[in-house]
């Protein structure tokens, strides 16, 4: 929910043993993360990871990523327990990211990253970026009001399905023909492909710096 506050999301920092961003299935399977985890891509888990049913065996985030995909794998952020701030600075890179692409980007875009930015450097507090957030909804074409929600984990996967909205339009946008020309179709489904791909390759590099030890701030890049 946009800038509300779902407390299922809200996973307390807790130092895990295992190296990397961590889950479990039986974590999957909460409400607030199955809901939007379709059956196949859940029956897809279980095929790639040789199991029946939910367990409370650790599972790497990236071993997600393995098995579905980019998508899914930032949905189930809202598992994972900790690394909020990592989250967040990944929802600001993909926003700004898009941002950069679209053409047609409103000010509020600038102005809520800004407040984003602000927020991962401690200028302003959680009341500040939801402020921030809550005043670029009012306008209908600002697509970055995503790196404004309350909880990490939406905001990058808002982030995402945003930059792959951009891609998706401007590629669509400028393919010769109708929506039926076969042009049309496989423009946009390029895009989209690029899209994932590049956004894969920034998770990649967050679970690398995350497993090695390394500070992950993109999103002041």
Known sequence: MLFGIATECEIPEVSVECVGMMTTLRKLKQPRTAERMCQDAWNDLLVHLNKKKADDEPLSIRTINEALGPLDTIWAFRAV??????????????????????????????????????????????????????????????????????????????AALYAERVAEYYASDSAIGSKADETWWKRRDSAKEREWDLINSELHRLFDHIEQGKPYTRGLD
């Open 81 to 158: 327990d900790g690394y909020r701030r990592e989250m967040r600075h990944f929802a600001v890179w993909l926003a700004k990211h898009a941002v950069r692409r679209s053409q047609m980007s409103d000010p509020w875009d600038f102005r809520v990253i800004e407040a984003a930015e602000q927020f991962l450097r401690g200028d302003i507090d959680k009341e500040g970026l939801v402020e921030a957030g809550e005043e670029t909804w009012k306008y209908p074409f600002s697509g970055a009001c995503s790196v404004a929600e309350l909880h990490a984990c939406d905001a990058a996967f808002e």
